[in-house]
C-alpha cells in the first residue's frame, strides 16, 4: 500500500487543504464512535477527507480503488457498533458536512437529500410542507440520513412507521471502482418500483461496504395532526406484554409502544425526581397519532385494554401533559447511569430483538445475566416491536467491570439468538457484532459475502464489518 506521507500529499492535491485531514489529534476523533469496544481501541485513519460533492468522491474512490487503500464512509459517527471506525485505518469519508436538500417534491411525496444532513434537520425543513421523514431515531439531533440508510435505522416509533428501508426509494451510490450508479430508476419519481433486482434494498443496511452513498431519494408522508400519550405502570412485566399483544389483537397500532423495567424506572426518577414515576416492574408509555377523532377512539380503546392489567394508567392530549409523561422515556439513556455512584452507562450489547411472546423471558433472564457477572443492567425499548436496549453500567476505569461486561454482552447476544430474536434490531453490526453473524444467519452470511466480493472485489470499502475476519 501506498505511503502514507504520499497518501496525505495525494489527498490535498485532489481535494485541496480544506477538505483534508491529517494531523494526529484530529485524526483521533474518527478512532472512535458510541461503541464502547471502539472506545477501548484507537483505530487511526491514515487520511480523513470530507467531499462535497459526487465527483470528488469519484476521485477518491478511484485513487483508492487503484493503491488498494481501505475506506471507510462515515456520517455523525454518533452509531454503536463500530461501523464508521476505520478498523484497518486507509481513508476515513467524513460526508458529515454534506447536508444539502437537493429538492422537496411535496407534489410527489418525496425529498432528495445529500448524506450529511441530519435527521431532525431534515424534519424541520419539511414541516411547513405539512410532511415527515418516519423513522425517528433516539439520535434524531445527530444522525445523518446517510448513516440512518447505511444502518437501516430505526426508533421510537417503528411500530407504525416502520425503518428506514421503507422510505429509500432510490440511492446514487459510488462504487469501489469509483463508478457511480442509480438505484430506484434513472429518472423516476413513482413511489413504487418493481422493476429489476432491488439494489436499493441490498444498499440499505449495507453499512458502507458495498459503496458510497451519495444522493438518496425518500418517501415523506403528511405530519399527523394529533397525538396523545398513554403511561401505564405494572407489577408484572408479563402483564405489561400481554398488554402489548391484546392492543395488536383489536386492530390498533400505536405509533410508539416504548417500556422500561423497574431498574428504568428507577433511573429516570433519579435523573428527573419531578417525574415521579411509581414504583412498578414495568411502566408501558402508548403514544398514539392521526386525526383528533382517531387518537379519542383509539386512546380510549388502549386506555381501557391496560385497565385489565395496569397498576395505574394516564392518557394525555394536551402538549404540556403529554410532554411531561413521555420524559419518562425520552430521559432515560442519560438516566441510566445515575442508578450507580461513579458509573457510567457503556453501549455494549444494546440492540437486541425479541420474539414478542419472549419479551418477559428476555427480560427476566437479562436481569440474571447481569446478576451472574455483578453488572448493573438497565433495560428499556421499543417493546412493539421488540427491540430491547440494554444498559451495562461500570466503572470503566475497573478492569474487573470491564471484562465483565463483555461477558454480559456477550450472554445478551446469545439469549437473542436461543430466543429465536435477533443480534441487532437498528444500531447495525460494525466490528461488534460480526462474530455471531455465522450463527444468526448460516449459509446466508456465506451468499453476502458473494455480493460484496462481487461488488468490491479488492475489499476496500470498509474492511472489518459485518464479516468476522478474525
Same mark, same amino acid.
Given at each position: 500500500?501506498?505511503?502514507?506521507?504520499? &497518501?496525505? +500529499?495525494?489527498?490535498?492535491?485532489?481535494?485541496?487543504?480544506?477538505?483534508?485531514?491529517?494531523?494526529? &489529534?484530529?485524526?483521533?476523533?474518527?478512532?472512535?464512535?458510541?461503541?464502547? &469496544?471502539?472506545?477501548?481501541?484507537?483505530?487511526?485513519?491514515?487520511?480523513?477527507?470530507?467531499?462535497?460533492?459526487?465527483?470528488?468522491?469519484?476521485?477518491?474512490?478511484?485513487?483508492?480503488?487503484?493503491?488498494?487503500?481501505?475506506?471507510?464512509?462515515?456520517?455523525?459517527?454518533?452509531?454503536?457498533?463500530?461501523?464508521?471506525?476505520?478498523?484497518?485505518?486507509?481513508?476515513?469519508?467524513?460526508?458529515?458536512?454534506?447536508?444539502?436538500?437537493?429538492?422537496?417534491?411535496?407534489?410527489?411525496?418525496?425529498?432528495?437529500?445529500?448524506?450529511?444532513?441530519?435527521?431532525?434537520?431534515?424534519?424541520?425543513?419539511?414541516?411547513?410542507?405539512?410532511?415527515?421523514?418516519?423513522?425517528?431515531?433516539?439520535?434524531?439531533?445527530?444522525?445523518?440520513?446517510?448513516?440512518?440508510?447505511?444502518?437501516?435505522?430505526?426508533?421510537?416509533?417503528?411500530?407504525?412507521?416502520?425503518?428506514?428501508?421503507?422510505? /429509500?426509494?432510490?440511492?446514487?451510490?459510488?462504487?469501489?471502482?469509483?463508478?457511480?450508479?442509480?438505484?430506484?430508476?434513472?429518472?423516476?419519481?413513482? &413511489?413504487?418500483? /418493481?422493476?429489476?433486482?432491488?439494489?436499493?434494498?441490498?444498499?440499505?443496511?449495507?453499512?458502507?461496504?458495498?459503496?458510497?452513498?451519495?444522493?438518496?431519494?425518500?418517501?415523506?408522508?403528511?405530519?399527523?395532526?394529533?397525538?396523545?400519550?398513554?403511561?401505564?405502570?405494572?407489577?408484572?412485566?408479563?402483564?405489561?406484554?400481554?398488554?402489548?399483544?391484546?392492543?395488536?389483537?383489536?386492530?390498533?397500532?400505536?405509533?410508539?409502544?416504548?417500556?422500561?423495567?423497574?431498574?428504568?424506572?428507577?433511573?429516570?426518577?433519579?435523573?428527573?425526581?419531578?417525574?415521579?414515576?411509581?414504583?412498578?416492574?414495568?411502566?408501558?408509555?402508548?403514544?398514539?397519532?392521526?386525526?383528533?377523532?382517531?387518537?379519542?377512539?383509539?386512546?380510549?380503546?388502549? +386506555?381501557?385494554?391496560?385497565?385489565?392489567?395496569?397498576?395505574?394508567?394516564?392518557?394525555?392530549?394536551?402538549?404540556?401533559?403529554?410532554?411531561?409523561?413521555?420524559?419518562?422515556?425520552?430521559?432515560?439513556?442519560?438516566?441510566?447511569?445515575?442508578? +450507580?455512584?461513579?458509573?457510567?452507562?457503556?453501549?455494549?450489547?444494546?440492540?437486541?430483538?425479541?420474539?414478542?411472546?419472549?419479551?418477559?423471558?428476555?427480560?427476566?433472564?437479562?436481569?440474571?445475566?447481569?446478576?451472574?457477572?455483578?453488572?448493573?443492567?438497565?433495560?428499556?425499548?421499543?417493546?412493539?416491536?421488540?427491540?430491547?436496549?440494554?444498559?451495562?453500567?461500570?466503572?470503566?476505569?475497573?478492569?474487573?467491570?470491564?471484562?465483565?461486561?463483555?461477558?454480559?454482552?456477550?450472554?445478551?447476544?446469545?439469549?437473542?439468538?436461543?430466543?429465536?430474536?435477533?443480534?441487532?434490531?437498528?444500531?447495525?453490526?460494525?466490528?461488534?457484532?460480526?462474530?455471531?453473524?455465522?450463527?444468526?444467519?448460516?449459509?446466508?452470511?456465506?451468499?453476502? +459475502?458473494?455480493?460484496?466480493?462481487?461488488?468490491?472485489?479488492?475489499?476496500?470499502?470498509?474492511?472489518?464489518?459485518?464479516?468476522?475476519?478474525?
Amino acid at each position: 500500500m501506498i505511503e502514507k506521507s504520499q &497518501l496525505v +500529499k495525494d489527498m490535498l492535491t485532489l481535494l485541496g487543504p480544506e477538505k483534508v485531514i491529517s494531523s494526529q &489529534l484530529e485524526r483521533y476523533t474518527y478512532t472512535y464512535d458510541s461503541s464502547f &469496544l471502539s472506545q477501548l481501541n484507537e483505530f487511526y485513519p491514515d487520511v480523513v477527507v470530507c467531499p462535497m460533492n459526487t465527483e470528488e468522491v469519484q476521485k477518491i474512490m478511484r485513487y483508492a480503488y487503484k493503491h488498494d487503500i481501505p475506506v471507510t464512509p462515515r456520517g455523525a459517527g454518533s452509531g454503536q457498533t463500530g461501523g464508521s471506525v476505520p478498523v484497518k485505518g486507509g481513508i476515513v469519508l467524513d460526508l458529515s458536512g454534506w447536508t444539502d436538500i437537493v429538492e422537496i417534491d411535496e407534489s410527489n411525496m418525496q425529498v432528495v437529500v445529500r448524506p450529511g444532513i441530519v435527521h431532525a434537520d431534515l424534519n424541520v425543513a419539511l414541516s411547513p410542507y405539512g410532511l415527515f421523514f418516519p423513522p425517528d431515531p433516539g439520535s434524531s439531533k445527530m444522525a445523518t440520513i446517510g448513516g440512518m440508510v447505511g444502518n437501516n435505522a430505526s426508533g421510537l416509533r417503528a411500530v407504525k412507521f416502520g425503518n428506514t428501508g421503507q422510505y /429509500v426509494l432510490g440511492l446514487e451510490v459510488v462504487l469501489p471502482d469509483g463508478e457511480v450508479i442509480k438505484t430506484g430508476g434513472l429518472h423516476s419519481r413513482a &413511489l413504487k418500483s /418493481v422493476s429489476g433486482i432491488n439494489l436499493t434494498s441490498l444498499y440499505v443496511g449495507s453499512e458502507g461496504t458495498l459503496g458510497v452513498i451519495t444522493q438518496v431519494r425518500l418517501k415523506i408522508l403528511p405530519k399527523p395532526p394529533c397525538r396523545g400519550i398513554l403511561l401505564t405502570m405494572f407489577s408484572s412485566l408479563d402483564d405489561a406484554a400481554a398488554t402489548v399483544l391484546e392492543v395488536f389483537k383489536n386492530g390498533i397500532v400505536p405509533s410508539g409502544i416504548e417500556i422500561l423495567d423497574d431498574s428504568g424506572i428507577k433511573a429516570a426518577n433519579k435523573f428527573q425526581p419531578d417525574l415521579k414515576l411509581p414504583e412498578a416492574e414495568a411502566a408501558l408509555f402508548f403514544e398514539i397519532n392521526g386525526s383528533k377523532a382517531a387518537v379519542d377512539f383509539e386512546g380510549q380503546q388502549v +386506555k381501557e385494554i391496560a385497565e385489565k392489567r395496569a397498576s395505574s394508567v394516564e392518557w394525555a392530549t394536551d402538549a404540556q401533559r403529554m410532554a411531561k409523561l413521555w420524559q419518562g422515556r425520552a430521559v432515560i439513556g442519560a438516566a441510566s447511569a445515575r442508578v +450507580k455512584a461513579g458509573a457510567t452507562r457503556i453501549f455494549c450489547g444494546e440492540d437486541v430483538c425479541f420474539p414478542m411472546a419472549k419479551v418477559p423471558e428476555a427480560l427476566r433472564r437479562i436481569k440474571e445475566i447481569g446478576a451472574k457477572h455483578n453488572t448493573l443492567v438497565v433495560i428499556y425499548g421499543h417493546i412493539g416491536d421488540g427491540n430491547m436496549h440494554t444498559a451495562p453500567i461500570i466503572d470503566p476505569l475497573k478492569p474487573e467491570e470491564v471484562e465483565a461486561a463483555h461477558r454480559v454482552a456477550d450472554d445478551i447476544h446469545q439469549l437473542a439468538l436461543e430466543l429465536g430474536g435477533s443480534t441487532t434490531g437498528e444500531h447495525g453490526v460494525g466490528f461488534t457484532r460480526s462474530r455471531y453473524m455465522a450463527a444468526e444467519h448460516g449459509k446466508a452470511l456465506e451468499i453476502m +459475502k458473494i455480493i460484496k466480493d462481487a461488488i468490491d472485489p479488492k475489499g476496500i470499502m470498509n474492511p472489518g464489518k459485518i464479516w468476522d475476519e478474525e
